[in-house]
């Protein structure tokens, strides 16, 4: 797979998603990614995206406006 963006490879890495929901900014640090080579872009497998959803879901429920979470600690 290549990037949809510079058509630079992509390596198998870890990032820091953030979850922008106007009111609550979600930060999920070391989550699984295909990351471009060139341009730093990064992509989710389905599995991923469907366990950040959840997590995001989750927090939702909280009324905090600012959250720092730990992919693997909130899939584990």
């Given at each position: 797979m290549n990037?949809?963006?510079?058509?630079?490879?992509?390596?198998?890495?870890?990032?820091?998603?953030?979850?922008?929901?106007?009111?609550?900014?979600?930060?999920i640090k070391?989550?699984?990614?295909?990351?471009?080579?060139?341009?730093?872009?990064y992509y989710?497998?389905?599995?991923?995206?469907?366990?950040?959803?959840?997590?995001?879901?989750?927090?939702?429920?909280?009324?905090?406006?600012?959250?720092?979470?730990?992919?693997?600690?909130?899939?584990?």
């Open positions: 990037c949809v963006f510079c058509k630079a490879n992509l390596t198998k890495g870890r990032v820091n998603h953030i979850v922008d929901l106007g009111e609550r900014i979600i930060i070391n989550v699984p990614a295909n990351i471009c080579d060139q341009c730093g872009e989710l497998d389905t599995k991923t995206a469907i366990k950040i959803e959840s997590i995001v879901d989750e927090i939702k429920k909280n009324k905090a406006e600012v959250f720092i979470i730990n992919y693997d600690e909130m899939v584990a």
